[in-house]
């Protein structure tokens, strides 16, 4: 590698947790402290695959339940030559939701097993850290109400928060659990030191690949 890589940063978490704000946040900063950041989410909802999930999110369209998981899916592995010239340029890319997102959101409905959501994001490239931002229900609804796409109910979003339980528990990949309900300043500070110190430790490594 002729530069040090950049890190892979996930954000991860419920609805309403703070996601997309910490995200900025830490990108701003890094960014600031002249360190090449650049921010993704996903699903990205540009690509012609992610038009697809944009419609079924917002049920103008209806999908079969493995077909939409494969199209999550698929619009990860589009953007992975993206992520890998980024991310060996030297850029770290922090990331609004992944492949934990994938599988918590599928894994809720039922007939779904957290193995078969986990196969088809099998070898992504592995984030570096994991950070999920904690918020208990009762936070969460003080948060104002749910928006109005697909699973924005508060009974599918305590399953959804039960899976992502779940995959915290695996301890092949660098889960970093953040309590969210702290002031948007004091979240920042907290993701802001375990990001650098993740993309210290990452430098000299090649890219991980996830779940192999
Ligand atoms: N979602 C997101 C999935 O069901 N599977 C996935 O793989 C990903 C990345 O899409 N409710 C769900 C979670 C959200 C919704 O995300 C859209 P956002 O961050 O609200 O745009």
Redesign the pocket.
């Known amino acids: 590698m002729a530069c040090k890589r950049g890190a892979l940063i996930v954000l991860e978490g419920v609805?309403r947790a703070g996601k997309t704000t910490q995200c900025n946040r830490l990108v701003e900063a890094l960014q600031l402290s002249g360190r090449p950041a650049a921010m993704m989410?996903?699903?990205d909802r540009t690509t012609t695959i992610g038009k697809l999930i944009n419609s079924y999110?917002e049920s103008k369209s209806d999908l079969e339940d493995h077909t939409v998981h494969l199209l999550?899916s698929a619009n990860r592995w589009e953007l992975v030559p993206l992520m890998k010239k980024k991310l060996e340029e030297g850029t770290t890319l922090i990331i609004?939701?992944?492949a934990f997102?994938?599988v918590a959101?599928?894994s809720a409905k039922p007939g779904f097993s957290m193995n078969w959501c986990m196969n088809p994001d099998m070898g992504l490239p592995k984030p570096d850290l994991v950070l999920f931002l904690q918020l208990n229900p009762a936070t969460a609804a003080q948060r104002g109400q749910f928006g109005t796409?697909r699973?924005?109910t508060s009974s599918f979003q305590q399953i959804v928060q039960r899976r992502f339980e779940e995959l915290i528990a695996d301890t092949s990949v660098n889960w970093q659990v953040i309590d969210a309900s702290q002031s948007i300043d004091e979240v920042h500070e907290n993701i802001k030191r375990l990001s650098v110190k993740a993309m210290n430790a990452a430098e000299d490594w090649p890219i991980g690949e996830l779940w192999t």
């Open positions: 609805d989410k996903f699903p999110l999550f609004d939701r992944y997102s994938g959101f599928t796409e699973y924005e």
